[in-house]
């Protein structure tokens, strides 16, 4: 079982207020992203990093901010929570492979945000 | 706009039938991995498949990569109520930074005892 995790698992907030998502592997991984994913949905890459420093936004166009201080941390910040943000965030890592292919993701068990 | 493809989007099927999920590209792939998610959970990890043509076998399932390296297919062999989920494909574009992964819309997958 990979070691990754998420906190809170289950964050129920108001409007306006801002919000931090806990994202943490012990595995040292380089690569790190963040993914949403509505209920039967795809996942959407919103973030990810390839080492410290290191943040770029995905495919999805997202309000939410992060950054990467430390290889183990990878933090998800929405400054202001809308209820269009409402949906699950699921944290994953890979490790780096200097060769082409192989860069399975871990995932962590998620947080299921509800925006009041 | 969605660059893999991923049908059927549903699939129900008695305890012991066959199931197949199929995934295409829009533009040819480096590699392609294949993740399950059970309900409730996160996805987990399968697979991947990189050579052309390339098929790989795990007991019951059995992972396919096309020729041209853009469609990739998922069968299940008997299915079990242990295989309900979302099985969801990944596949790295290659003109997209190393490690991203693009995911399929995924099928769901019920299976009636």
């Given amino acids: 079982e990979a070691d990754i995790y998420q906190t809170p698992r289950y964050l129920v907030i108001g409007t306006g207020k801002k919000i931090t998502l806990e994202c943490s592997q012990t595995m040292g991984h380089d690569k790190m992203y963040w993914y949403q994913q509505d209920p039967g949905m795809e996942l959407h890459l919103i973030h990810y990093s390839y080492g410290v420093n290191s943040t770029e936004k995905g495919d999805l166009s997202s309000e939410s901010t992060v950054s990467r201080i430390r290889t183990e941390h990878f933090p998800l910040t929405l400054e202001s929570a809308r209820p269009s943000h409402t949906s699950q965030y699921l944290c994953a890592s890979s490790p780096w492979d200097s060769e082409v292919s192989y860069n399975e993701q871990f995932f962590g068990p998620g947080t299921r945000l509800t925006v009041l | ?113």
């Avoid at chain 2, 829009?26 to 050579?51: A, D, E, M």
């Fill in chain 2, 1 to 113: 706009g969605q660059q893999v493809m991923q049908i059927p989007q549903y699939q129900h099927v008695q305890e012991g039938e066959d199931f197949t999920t199929y995934c295409n590209s829009s533009t040819t792939l480096s590699n392609i991995q294949w993740y399950k998610q059970r309900p409730g959970g996160h996805p987990v990890f399968l697979i991947q498949l990189v050579k052309s043509g390339e098929v790989k076998k795990q007991k019951r399932l059995t992972f396919q990569f096309g020729e041209a390296k853009k469609n990739s297919s998922l069968h299940i062999t008997a299915t079990q109520t242990t295989d309900v989920g979302t099985y969801f494909c990944a596949g790295r574009l290659l003109e997209t930074s190393y490690g991203k992964l693009t995911f399929g819309q995924g099928t769901i997958l019920t299976v009636h005892p």
